[in-house]
């Protein structure tokens, strides 16, 4: 009943800022009803944002057909089908973590200020989105912070050679 269906809702506490589902009401209005195509289409719109992400960091981390199948596993696995068509938060999440990725290798690649904050923007949008992007996003992070800091040592960052490290 509706009844039992509130008193659910009202039990459950909220782990992430229903952004998707205020985006999808704002599509509902401009549209004058709701419109289920359109929640759908953002999705899927979010999705190949992602996977275009991904395509671009991996051309520029790996071969140009290593970034073709990983596009290819991006938009035909399971997984990313179902998720660019189900409502849910996931494809913006994985989308914004992939620009965050991308952010941050483009950084690395050419420091400069816009591109350090375009990768902080990428990565705390998505674990606004949905907290558990953290698991991917600090990570991250992290290891660039630890490499550019490798790679700043007076030694040149790789040791000796000679195995003496």
């Known amino acids: 009943s509706r009844e039992a269906a509130l008193d659910a809702a009202a ?3 909220r782990l992430e800022p229903p952004i998707v589902e205020r985006a999808a009401a704002v599509l509902y209005r401009i549209a004058g009803g709701e419109k289920l195509w359109l929640p ?7 999705w190949l944002a992602g996977s275009l992400c991904l395509f671009a960091l991996s051309r520029r981390l790996f071969s140009g057909p290593a970034a073709l199948a990983a596009l290819a596993v991006a ?4 997984y990313g089908v179902n998720a660019s068509r189900s409502f849910q938060p996931d494809p913006l999440m ?3 973590i992939c ?8 950084q690395r690649e ?5 591109r350090f904050l375009l990768a902080v923007l990428a990565s705390a949008a998505a674990a606004l989105v949905k907290p558990m992007a953290l698991f991917f996003v600090v990570p991250a ?5 630890f490499a550019r800091e ?3 040592r007076p030694d040149g960052g790789g040791g000796s050679g000679d195995g003496s490290d």
């Open 99 to 106: 620009a965050g990725w991308l952010a941050l290798v483009r």
């Open 110 to 114: 050419r420091p400069g200020p816009a």
């Open 40 to 46: 759908r289409l953002a999705s899927i719109l979010y």
């Open 150 to 152: 490798e790679l700043d």
């Open 141 to 145: 992070g992290a290891a660039s912070a």
């Open 11 to 13: 039990g459950q506490g």
């Open 94 to 96: 994985v989308g914004l």
């Open 75 to 78: 938009l035909f696995l399971p």
